[in-house]
T-cell receptor
Framework: TQLLEQSPQFLSIQEGENLTVYCNSS?????LQWYRQEPGEGPVLLVT?????EVKKLKRLTFQFGDARKDSSLHITAAQPGDTGLYLC???????????FGKGTKLTVNP | DAGVIQSPRHEVTEMGQEVTLRCKPI?????LFWYRQTMMRGLELLIY????????DSGMPEDRFSAKMPNASFSTLKIQPSEPRDSAVYFC????????????????FGPGTRLTVL
């Protein structure tokens, strides 16, 4: 059983559309991170959310941490081809530096 | 500043051969992580070091895998003997851990080594 379930697994949309991807768990976390990975590269950190209910914005990307700190969402407004990539959520376990990743949502934005 | 450097970027080898992957972390970082990424299992942590000391190797699949960090500037991941099921992209990441909760330190990933075992 995966600690983090991400949905949808794949998403293909047209430029200009809005979208939301999800990261869910039955466990409570002290923090949660979102990464984006482009083809042929390593993941790059987008944001860290810490407080239940917290909302963070990064240009057209809006990240929300659930009130119970068990889940998170990423909303992209007016998607662009440059947003194409694999979006991964990750959490630490047991207060260590060990990151556990979800399997990700592969987003394709078509021009 | 240079990011995390990994070599080689691509490696093709035959089953049974020894494979060594190399990583140079970002200067000043005190933690180093080795991950493996496959379509089936996603991105999984294999082992991580703090101040050159292995802290958690519970993700290392079996005795064929070993990792070393002889100094703060260099780490290796060795597979001996390699098997086709080891084919994957292997990432190295580093971070500066400040030991303050909650753990929100940023891990910086290298570009990865794509390993193919025939």
């Amino acid at each position: 059983t995966q600690l983090l379930e991400q949905s949808p697994q794949f998403l293909s949309i047209q430029e200009g559309e809005n979208l939301t991807v999800y990261c869910n768990s039955s466990s409570v976390f002290s923090s949660l991170q979102w990464y984006r990975q482009e083809p042929g590269e390593g993941p790059v950190l987008l944001v860290t959310v810490v407080t239940g209910g917290e909302v963070k914005k990064l240009k057209r990307l809006t990240f929300q941490f659930g009130d119970a700190r068990k889940d998170s969402s990423l909303h992209i407004t007016a998607a662009q081809p440059g947003d194409t990539g694999l979006y991964l959520c990750a959490v630490t376990q047991g207060g260590s530096e060990k990151l556990v990743f979800g399997k990700g949502t592969k987003l394709t934005v078509n021009p | 500043d240079a990011g995390v450097i990994q070599s080689p970027r691509h490696e093709v080898t035959e089953m049974g051969q020894e494979v060594t992957l190399r990583c140079k972390p970002i200067s000043g970082h005190n933690s180093l992580f080795w991950y493996r990424q496959t379509m089936m299992r996603g991105l999984e942590l294999l082992i991580y070091f703090n101040n050159n000391v292995p802290i958690d190797d519970s993700g290392m699949p079996e005795d064929r895998f070993s990792a070393k960090m002889p100094n703060a500037s260099f780490s290796t991941l060795k597979i001996q003997p390699s098997e086709p099921r080891d084919s994957a992209v292997y990432f190295c990441a580093s971070s500066l851990v400040r030991q303050t909760p909650p753990n929100t330190d940023t891990q910086y990933f290298g570009p990865g080594t794509r390993l193919t075992v025939l």
